[in-house]
């Protein structure tokens, strides 16, 4: 292959000019930079570093260590301190002494001037133990202060060849030595990597010892296959690289991104074939690719293969021989069927499997799906199975699912395409022609189908748009509409529902569907105007189904409201009551909304009858059923009908299927209701039932949490009521206003039961932990500081502590507040004018100029002035609106 | 040139962190009795050996040698000869005994040591007369000599397997009561011996077939363990600095606490960390199960679990339950509450039966012992695996 087409060997990268390898490296993870950091540094310094790089056959190992040379090759510093030694992939070692003669070759080849066959000749007549000594003197002499790297590939069948007594060889030259720095390359991180005493001729049986020679030796980096972004990068640049900027720029685009998701499940994320298959993108002589590919299966390939399925047992190989005649992931029961084997075997026998790196299994639902590691083994073993003329099947499905019917119509009609080309061409154009792009859009639709578009990941949508700009139907397009507008990309949304909504030929539901969802993303973008248009023209579409006209009308009638138009909202309403066919749920919604608009209208009759309605209708969900009931009971409370109340939420409770945050709302209202009633053991029961209600929101048991501790303070139970404000203040996700009542009914209780200090510390806690500090904090603690002595000295370090405490929170303006609110304490007549002087000197002392305290302050010592002066014109310098807060604080009156 | 990212330099230049104190404590043991260091796989043995004969104390002579590369006790002692021979480069008439067995040592010397007819040296005799030569050596020069050998165990095995049938368990006893001769023959010239496995296990491989002499027993056992707590941060923090890791304060005291402070295991999971990447503390402990889950890890902490029934046979089951329960518990526990969870467990034994167990797991490095008597995991790596494996 690389006579007719030497630009890029898929099989010897090394054979490959190194500035092309450079041009279409694809970084991942800066996984290059990274080995080559580590090599210079091994090469530089005293420690080395042994590298393994493991990944499946072409998954570009060879390349990267392709790569590693050419930069070491361009570095000044490194090059001149190492001697490379690149064994060929091909040969084998059986014994340590062996491969060190192959280094020693390698050598020969690289630096004839340095090393030469006649120092190596030497080797052979000591024979294995007696040469093995020689080669390491000679290697380590000649080498001498420099490293010597080796790079080798297939470093699992080496390990095997080499045999447990070879290994431990190697391994302590390396150790002893410090001479040798190894990169190497294996297909699997086989556990017997390292491991000795394997059965021979069988690498993959994994055995108990685990006393492993190179155990933790090498820095181990899976080549993971690429990802869609990778491969798509690797293709671009492929592109490029032979001038074809069309091919690049479709690429870019969204459907050159889907065709290249869709190449990823043929490929397998494999980079050789990646590079392989992009040759029939771009290259106009079909013929003269097909040989050379077929030649790279039979030749390559298909021995290599054979080779790994004789290791498996007869079971295990039958299960691979399924999986590659199956071009979709299997589950245990169908693979079991096929083998006439029982589940449990088979599943045992595909964890091994998976466990050797055959398999992948992906999970499903319930069922785990298992399918080839390796696209190439599926190619390889068609080959196999005496393919005859039968062409390989791989290629013939990229020709579907990359190209067009048109363009390979074109291609074949364009002649020059010989018979063997003909033998590719034509069963793909006929498969295009009957069914069309069927393949390309199944492996498309693969992962994404049945996905919930309101909770998918953000891969799963990428593989939703994909799909979407390749298939362009109508409910792949909403699906993806759908998914952006649940993500938040209201844009992409619009943009794909207005496709559906252009398309000619699109059902009159699915237009339906796409205007009603690109109505709510347009009210999600802020366009009322535009967002009552979408659902107008729901309304207006003939053959729209009634579901979709009734939710539009809805969502119209909702929009109307906020736009204040409560006419057209109830007609809107009114239109869905009317509506032949309108399922229950939209009717009931338009009752209960018109319910309300009836309500804020002061038509409580024609409110309580729509909620009735609801309560009535047949078919309506449990959740408006319950709404109704609830919002009916709420009513019925206001006009007095406290019985007619209670029996609402009383039917929410019992009300089969009810949400639990409205069955939670009809317990707290109807407590509330019965603790009005003089029913507190009625009343504490219902709390209790929403602290029990799983389902209930924070919210809920919040309010009953609080109502019952409120109830059980009445009862005289201070210590439980102290017990529910406590959980109240813990509960996470309690709101912040419920959590300050909670803490406000605890102070007023330490502070009836005359627990000051209780009291005081509950304030500093309040201070430290909640978002909310109310007034009684800030009087408590200047209280505290007031009471605690007199005079600047006795204030001075308080005050500066209790600034620095409010300070700490940013909640100094609470504290400023709080010292105007204390004027009228002040004003008792505690403090004389010193008293007050001073009180005011050490608080504009401690404060300063802090901007957050300048208006209490201010305010302060106007109060003070006047208390001293007794003069209201002392008020009267301060603004209208503080001169009110002043005068409220010291209770006067105003005089104007 | 491609410009490079900033870790240059590798990891440390090969300086060892945190192992001058165990060294130090090597280094006077030495002066008076050869050491026996024994501990976990990749707790950092050979990095010690290695910084020892780097950096040797005042007056030693120091001679490094892997002996997982001997197959025979022949290559054995040529080794031992001819590592000697090199290390009294250029006063090679010290080697007066040898010199007399095998006449004078020349040019480069291959395969075993021969005698003058051209058959193989005794290689007892080997081994005496080079000991016999570097204790005079000792005596003229007034320097000592040191054998560090690593690999000690694969040595013996290597023996063992490689010897006619039924021999290789006779030869590996004569290997190590010659070495154990020599030790006492010629208290001048030192050894240390460790290795990746225990050697306890290949003696009692030996014992089996009647053997019933003490190799070691003359010998200072020496555990390294993980680094001291400070040392195995300060050890991570380089390591991340090394690797262009960056990440918050407690980055590397994280890393070093979570895999319990040995240093292959910090090392290796920085090596992890991409280069330039950033870390939170808080994502680490996640990072760090990642690693432990991961079927095609390197680290192969399965072998813990693995080897209980080579191990401990039939009371692999105790084994099990001992671990379960202390992997279990935050705090070490007695042997009383360890009894109590194995009942509980059902696998049989008595408490005496505990007892044996738990020693041998100590021995084995699997527990430690505080100084209440307590039990718990010698690696937190190892307890946090345990968890995750077996699902506690």
């Known amino acids: ?896 | 040139m491609r410009e490079q990212k900033g870790n240059e330099g590798g990891s440390g230049g090969g300086v060892v962190v945190g192992r001058d104190g165990v060294i130090a404590e090597i280094w006077r043991i030495l002066d008076k009795r050869s050491v026996y260091m024994n501990d976990l796989r990749r707790i950092g043995k050979t990095m010690i050996l290695e910084a020892m004969k780097e950096d040797p104390l005042e007056g030693w002579i120091v001679i490094k040698k892997d002996l997982g590369r001997c197959s025979t006790p022949e290559e054995f002692a040529a080794l031992v000869y001819r590592d000697a021979l090199a290390e009294l480069k250029g006063r090679a008439k010290l080697m007066r005994r040898m010199e007399e067995l095998i006449g004078k040592a020349s040019g480069v010397q291959i395969g075993p040591v021969t005698l003058p007819d051209g058959r193989v040296a005794p290689w007892k005799e080997v081994l005496e007369r080079t000991f016999a030569d570097l204790d005079q050596v000792v005596e003229k020069t007034g320097r000592r000599v040191v054998f560090l050998w690593d690999e000690v165990p694969f040595l013996l095995d290597n023996v063992i397997k490689n010897a006619d049938d039924g021999d290789g368990q006779k030869l590996a006893m004569q290997v190590l009561d010659a070495i154990r001769s020599l030790r006492q023959d010629y208290p001048r010239v030192k050894m240390v011996l460790t290795g990746s496995i225990g050697l306890h296990h290949i003696l009692a491989q030996l014992r089996e077939v009647d053997y019933i002499n003490s190799p070691l027993n003359d010998m200072k056992p020496v555990a390294p363990g993980p680094l001291a707590a400070a040392d195995g941060v300060a050890f991570a923090a380089q390591m991340l600095q090394a690797r262009g890791v960056e990440g918050d304060d407690g980055c590397a005291e994280e890393i070093a606490t979570l895999v319990g402070h040995v240093p292959f295991y910090i090392e290796s999971f920085v090596d992890g960390l991409r280069t330039g990447e950033e870390i939170r503390r808080e994502d680490l402990e996640g990072r760090l199960a990642e690693r432990l889950t991961d079927e095609d890890d390197d680290w192969d902490l399965p072998h813990y679990a693995a080897r209980l029934h080579r191990y401990f046979g039939q009371k692999e089951k105790m084994a099990l339950a001992v671990l379960d329960h202390l992997a279990r518990e935050e705090a070490p526990a007695s042997n009383g509450e360890i009894f109590e969870a194995v009942k509980a467990a059902e696998v049989g034994g008595d408490l005496e039966d505990l007892r044996k167990l738990l020693k041998l797991l100590h021995r084995d490095h699997y527990l430690e012992k505080d100084r209440d008597g307590r039990w718990a995991f010698r690696l937190a790596i190892v307890r946090r695996w345990w968890r995750l494996d077996r699902g506690l």
């Open chain 1, 1 to 896: 292959m690389s006579k007719r087409d030497p630009f890029i060997s898929r099989f010897s990268p090394n054979r490959t000019d190194p500035e092309k390898l450079e041009q279409i490296h694809v970084e991942r993870d800066d996984l290059l930079e990274d080995a080559v950091a580590r090599v210079r540094a091994s090469i530089l310094g005293k420690k080395r570093k042994h590298l393994l790089f493991v990944g499946q056959r072409g998954s570009g190992k060879t390349h990267l260590l392709s790569l590693l040379v050419h930069r070491l090759r361009a570095d000044g510093e490194a090059i001149d301190k190492v001697r490379i030694a690149w064994l060929n992939e091909d040969e084998t070692s059986l014994s340590y002494t062996e491969l060190l003669a192959r280094v020693y070759r390698a050598l020969v080849a690289a630096y004839p001037e340095e090393f030469t066959e006649d120092a190596l000749a030497k080797a052979f007549e000591l024979g294995v133990d007696g040469g093995r000594q020689y080669l390491e003197d000679l290697l380590a002499e000649q080498v001498g202060e420099r490293r010597l790297l080796v790079l080798l590939e297939n470093f699992d069948a080496l390990l095997d060849a080499l045999g447990e007594e070879g290994q431990r060889q190697w391994r302590a030259f390396l150790q002893d030595s410090r001479l040798m720095v190894v990169v190497a390359t294996a297909q699997r991180m086989t556990q017997g990597m390292s491991k000795v005493n394997r059965k021979k001729g069988n690498p993959e049986e994994k055995l108990a010892d685990e006393e492993k020679t190179f155990f933790g030796f090498f820095t181990v980096t899976a080549m993971s296959p690429f990802a869609v972004d990778e491969a798509a990068q690797l293709l671009k640049k492929l592109a490029r690289l032979k001038g074809d900027p069309e091919l690049v720029e479709f690429l870019d685009s969204r459907r050159g991104r889907a065709r290249v998701r869709a190449l990823r499940y043929l490929s397998g994320g494999n980079p050789r074939l990646y590079i392989v298959l992009s040759e029939f993108i771009t290259k106009e002589s079909f013929d003269e690719l097909v040989r050379p590919f077929e030649e790279m299966v039979d030749e390559r390939l298909t021995p290599y293969y054979q080779e790994r399925l004789r290791w498996l047992s007869p079971q295990q190989r039958r299960l691979v021989e399924v999986l590659c005649q199956s071009r979709e992931a299997m589950t245990v029961g169908v693979l079991a069927r096929e083998v006439f084997a029982a589940e449990n075997t088979v599943s045992g026998q595909l964890k091994k499997l998976r466990e050797m790196g055959y398999v992948d299994a992906t999970k499903g639902g319930r069922e785990s799906y298992y399918e080839l590691r390796e696209p190439l083994m599926r190619l390889s073993m068609q080959v196999k199975g005496a393919r005859g003329e039968e062409p390989l099947g791989l290629l013939v499905d990229f020709l579907k699912v990359w190209f067009e019917r048109e363009e390979l119509e074109e291609r074949l009609e364009g002649g020059g395409v010989g018979e063997l080309g003909r033998r590719y061409l034509l069963p793909a154009v006929e498969s295009l022609r009957e069914e069309g792009p069927v393949l390309r859009y199944s492996l498309l639709r693969r992962g994404v189908d049945g996905v919930d578009v309101a909770s998918c990941s953000d891969e799963e949508r990428a593989r939703l748009y994909d799909l979407a700009e390749e298939t362009g139907e109508a409910g792949d397009l909403i699906n993806a509409g759908l998914a952006a507008g649940h993500a938040g990309a209201l844009q992409v949304a619009d943009g794909y529902l207005t496709r559906v909504v252009e398309q000619e030929g699109v059902s009159a539901e699915e237009v339906a569907w796409a205007l009603f969802n690109r109505g709510v993303a347009r009210w999600r973008q802020g366009d009322a105007e535009g967002e009552m248009a979408d659902y107008g023209r729901v309304v207006e579409l003939e053959g729209a189904p009634a579901e979709q006209v009734a939710k539009a009308l809805v969502n119209r009638g909702v929009a109307r409201g906020r736009q204040g138009d409560p006419e057209g909202e109830m007609a809107d309403y009114d239109r869905v009551v009317e509506l032949e066919g309108a399922p229950a749920e939209q009717v009931a919604k338009a009752l209960i909304n018109r319910g309300v608009a009836r309500g804020e209208q002061g038509d409580v009759e024609g409110e309580m009858a729509d909620y009735s309605w609801v309560v009535e209708l047949e078919g309506a969900p449990a959740e408006q059923v319950a709404k109704a009931l609830h919002n009916r009971g709420v009513v019925r409370g206001r006009r007095g009908d406290a019985e007619g109340e209670m029996a609402d939420y009383g039917r929410v409770v019992e009300l089969e299927g009810a949400p639990a945050e409205q069955v939670a709302k009809a317990l707290v209202n109807r407590g509330v209701v019965r603790g009005q009633q003089g029913d507190t053991e009625g009343e504490m029961a219902d709390y209790d039932l929403v602290m029990e209600l799983e389902g209930a929101s924070a919210d809920q048991v919040v309010f009953a949490l609080y109502n019952r501790g409120v109830a059980r303070e009445e009862q005289g139970d201070v210590e439980g009521a102290m017990a529910d404000y406590g959980r109240v203040v813990e509960l996470e996700g309690a709101p912040v206003g419920s959590v300050a009542k909670a803490r406000g009914r605890m102070w007023r209780v330490f502070r009836v039961s005359e627990k000051i200090d209780e009291a005081r510390k509950l304030c500093r806690e309040v201070l430290e932990k909640d978002q909310i500090v109310p007034d009684w904090v800030a009087d408590e603690l200047l209280t505290e500081v007031l009471s605690g002595g007199q005079g600047s000295e006795s204030w001075q370090g308080k005050v500066g502590e209790l600034y620095e405490r409010f300070a700490g929170h940013g909640h100094l303006d609470k504290l400023g507040e709080g010292l105007v609110r204390q004027l009228g304490t002040l004003e008792e007549g505690h403090l004389n004018a010193k008293g007050l002087e001073d009180w005011v000197g050490v608080w504009e002392d401690a404060a300063g100029d802090n901007e957050a305290m300048v208006v209490g302050l201010r305010l302060l010592r106007a109060g003070v002035n006047y208390l001293k002066e007794g003069q209201r014109r002392e008020l009267l310098r301060l603004p209208k609106e503080e001169r009110a807060l002043v005068m409220q604080a010291l209770e006067l009156e105003d005089e104007g």
